[in-house]
């Protein structure tokens, strides 16, 4: 387990580290998309990341976000083609989770590294670098942030809770009905959009926020960042699944059953 850690955590500083010393050529585009880019340096962090991982590791199998086209993103399909032995840990990398704040400069992007087997997070990191925050956590370790525990908040109704969560607009089935953010608007004191999941649900396991949700996000965004925040005392929920999306909620567990009433009610996603 310490050893995962401490993988994780190499990986997720060196694919960090290259965005943030290459913030100067960070509109270098590789594909633009209606509401999302994929930027040269994912594909850089990506393969700082990986060759982290290999050197270390080279037995294991790796899941990466830029790999998409070749691989099920979810526990248990086909890791990348490089994959090894069927019950090889696999390695889960987002190299910069927040490509678009990355792009316009916001601070709001991570790294994020988890490694499984058999479809149990071992460990996690989530590296921020533009806020200097390193969130870690093994299956039966603390959550850390820079080496401190972190707790979710004791916040214990929804009037009283602020809700981060994801407007992507990818494509029509992944959107927010405006019913539903009208209601969830009603419902928490606020609701923020903040734009990396995994930093979102990192903010849950710190207690800044009180719940987190988004309709289809994929494995890469939640790996790291649903350990720690499990970690810290928040309860954890895949709502659906639609390929190789997943509907997920982070609570501090005080109020998960009332988010997920909420979110579960007739005409929501
Ligand atoms: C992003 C997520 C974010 C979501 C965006 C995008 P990416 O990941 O972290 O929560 O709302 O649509 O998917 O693409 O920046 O790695």
């Known amino acids: 387990m310490q050893f995962c850690l401490e993988l994780a955590i190499l990986a997720a500083r060196a694919g960090g580290q290259h965005a943030r010393l290459n913030r100067h050529r960070s509109s270098d585009v590789h594909k633009a998309f209606a509401h999302d880019i994929k930027l040269q340096l994912d594909l850089e962090c990506q393969a700082r990341v990986v060759d982290t991982i290999q050197r270390h590791a080279p037995t294991h199998a790796i899941l990466a976000e830029e790999d998409e086209g070749d691989v099920a993103a979810l ?10 032995a069927a019950d090889a840990p696999l390695w889960i990398v987002d190299p910069i989770d927040g490509t678009v704040n990355y792009f316009h400069g916001l601070p709001m992007w991570c790294c994020s590294v988890a490694v499984q087997q058999g479809g149990r997070t071992l460990a996690g990191a989530v590296y921020a670098p533009d806020l200097g925050e390193l969130y870690t956590a093994t299956a039966d370790g603390p959550a850390l942030l820079n080496g401190e525990p972190l707790r979710t908040s004791e916040t214990a109704t929804l009037e009283d809770a602020i809700f981060l969560t994801g407007l992507s607009q990818k494509n029509e089935s992944d959107a927010v009905p405006a019913t539903l953010v009208e209601r969830l608007a009603q419902s928490v004191q606020k609701i923020r959009v903040l734009g990396a999941a995994a930093l979102d649900i990192c903010r849950v396991a710190r207690g800044h926020a009180d719940a987190y949700w988004e309709p289809a ?3 890469w965004d939640m790996a790291a960042a649903g350990l720690i925040a499990e970690r810290a005392g928040a309860r954890t929920t895949v709502l659906s699944r639609r390929g190789t999306r997943v509907s997920f909620v982070a609570t501090n567990a ?13 005409h929501s996603p």
Not at 75 to 84: K, N, T
Not at 254 to 266: K, P, S, W
């Open 254 to 266: 005080h109020i998960h059953d009332a988010v997920t009433q909420l979110l579960t009610a007739r």
């Open 217 to 219: 996000i994929h494995l």
């Open 75 to 84: 526990p248990g399909g086909p890791a990348r083609a490089s994959a090894r």
